[in-house]
């Protein structure tokens, strides 16, 4: 059985930085996207970040680009999402997600997990 387990959300004064982790099992990262997406109340669901294990190449939201980063331990089979200079607007449930074909998009995630509650207060 494939799970993703989030963890690392909070609370956070803007201007601070957590930083997420989605560990797998069932799963190995290393041939697979990995991306963090986020849900605000109220709002649809949208990528946040995605790496692709096997190359490397990563990708990032314009909302987010130059305070995130999303990394890999392949030793811990964790993706995590370092994220700095936190703003209010950042203030959502983050989930990780993998697929079988390699895309970052929502349809091409087979596997998600739970989420994590991520609140920056201004």
């Known amino acids: 059985e494939v799970q993703l387990v989030e963890s690392g959300g909070g609370w956070v004064q803007a201007g601070g930085s957590l930083r997420l982790s989605c560990a797998a099992s069932?799963?190995?990262?290393?041939?697979?996207?990995v991306g963090w997406f986020r849900q605000a109340p109220g709002l649809e669901r949208e990528g946040v970040s995605c790496?692709?294990?096997?190359?490397?190449?990563?990708y990032y939201a314009e909302s987010v680009k130059g305070r995130f980063n999303i990394s890999w331990d392949n030793t811990k089979n964790t993706v995590y999402l370092q994220m700095s200079s936190l703003k209010p607007e950042d203030t959502a449930d983050y989930y990780c997600?993998?697929?079988?074909?390699?895309?970052?998009?929502?349809?091409?995630?087979?596997?998600w997990g739970k989420g994590t509650l991520v609140t920056v207060s201004s």
């Open positions: 069932g799963i190995t990262f290393g041939d697979l996207a």
């Open positions: 790496l692709i294990s096997s190359d490397g190449r990563t």
């Open positions: 997600a993998t697929g079988w074909n390699s895309g970052c998009q929502e349809p091409d995630m087979d596997y």
